[in-house]
């Protein structure tokens, strides 16, 4: 896997990945576009999702909708790493399970997230969920 990342003026700078694919990243505490910092929150987030979507529809369970809402904390000190990291996934459908949401959630930060596993070195990473059930 392959990418690059060039200037484009002041502190902004286009990322292009190995299929072509673009993202505009600002450096400028993310005022024209998200920054390097809020990307890694972003990718963990749906790195996580895609698992937990798949292992749900796997299982069978109605689901309509899900996001997360990620929070990171970092550190005061320079270089800014995150020391902790809280993913709130939200699911939403008719008639699903707990027990399989929580099996979701846990296999894709155990096991699957790729995401999940390098941060998870260095960072706290936390995990909760909630059910919204669509009549």
């Known amino acids: 896997m392959k990418a690059s990342v060039k200037w484009v003026s002041d502190e902004l700078f286009l990322g292009t990945s190995e299929s072509g694919h673009s993202i505009v990243l600002d450096a400028n505490n993310g005022e024209l576009a998200p920054s390097p910092m809020e990307n890694v929150l972003i990718s963990l987030g749906g790195c996580s999702s ?15 909708g899900c996001h997360v809402d990620i929070t990171g904390t970092r550190v005061d000190s320079i270089p800014k790493l995150f020391s902790d990291i809280h993913l ?10 707990e027990k399989q949401v929580e099996r979701a959630v846990n296999l894709s930060a155990d096991k699957y997230c790729s995401v999940a596993l390098m941060l998870n070195k260095s960072v706290n990473i936390t995990h909760d969920f909630e059910i919204i059930d669509q009549d």
């Open 50 to 64: 895609v698992d937990v979507v798949s292992i749900l529809k796997k299982s069978r369970q109605k689901i309509a």
């Open 88 to 97: 709130h996934f939200v699911v939403t459908g008719r008639d699903i399970s």
